[in-house]
């Protein structure tokens, strides 16, 4: 492995320790690779580069109140308590834990696209050529998921927990995602955290 990857790696696993909750060796590889990826075609070596926002167009944390990792590793401990408190009340409801930590902690992985300053400014000088945004975050992360060979229920989560799933039946996990990442930004904007508000604001 270059220096770089190494580096990547390790900023990857200091920034979302849970990657180490995915038992399955093959999964966990994947969605280190996939964040690896996305990082590295868009020229960032860590996650926190990004800015700390649900959508270019919403409002970020308060200074040192929020990072874009927080927002990952909250979204998958959100998912983790909607299945607990699924399971508890309908045992026969069976959740694969590991599928939905790689789909929680996968469900931005378009985010360096998306927020990349360059792109961003690109297609506001020109959205009649380009389209503002030219690809939102959930699509290019079903290409990062896709290229890696993530399955395709992450290609999913990541390609449908926003106002896409509009369009399809969600899965099962994908509807946890969904909501875990919906809640998050709502709880948080409550909680004061958010230097706005985010109420009638529909993508994320
Ligand atoms: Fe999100």
Redesign the pocket.
Known sequence: MTDQRTKLRDNLMQALPEINLIRKDDLREKVIEGWMFSLQQNGLEHIDQLPPQ?APEHPPFKPGKGTQSG??RG?GHIAQGIADGLEKIHPEVKIDRDLLWACALC??LG?PYEMGAANQARWKADDATSGDPAIRHPAYGVYVALTVGLPEAVAHSAGY??GEGELVLRSLIATIVHYA?DS??HCVERAGLLSGTIFGRKR?
């Open positions: 649900a927002h990952f979204v469900h931005d985010k927990h926003s990442d998050y930004w994320h």
